[in-house]
Nanobody, 115 residues
Framework: QVQLVESGGGLVQAGGSLRLSCAAS????????MGWYRQAPGKQRELVVS???????DSADSVKGRFTISRDNDKNTVYLQMNSLKPEDTGVYYC?????????WGQGTQVTVSS
């Protein structure tokens, strides 16, 4: 089992920045990858960014150059730095941890970008 606790998020104006954190605990040594999904109202959940246990990162085209994922292995925490936010970035952001074939989820945190 892996437990994920998210923090950060909130309301920001377009062009602003936010940082999300996701702290993992439990069977973290089995985690293959971590990252963030988001879900906008009326839309499906989509993958935003990810980082593997080897440090390889990937991100959706819509956030390339604006969002950066990083991790602190000592704190078992991953961070999502979001810059140049746009109204279309609004949604609930969910941290996940993959331990094939299982996926664990955080509780979600709301990000709202006003125009």
């Amino acid at each position: 089992q892996v437990q994920l606790v998210e923090s950060g998020g909130g309301l920001v104006q377009a062009g602003g920045s936010l940082r999300l954190s996701c702290a993992a605990s439990g069977s973290i040594f089995r985690i293959n990858a971590m990252g963030w999904y988001r879900q906008a109202p009326g839309k499906q959940r989509e993958l935003v960014v990810s980082i593997t246990s080897g440090g390889r990162t990937d991100s959706a085209d819509s956030v390339k150059g604006r969002f950066t994922i990083s991790r602190d292995n000592d704190k078992n925490t991953v961070y999502l730095q979001m810059n140049s936010l746009k109204p279309e970035d609004t949604g609930v952001y969910y941290c996940y941890a993959a331990n094939h074939p299982y996926t664990y989820w955080g509780q979600g945190t709301q990000v709202t970008v006003s125009s």
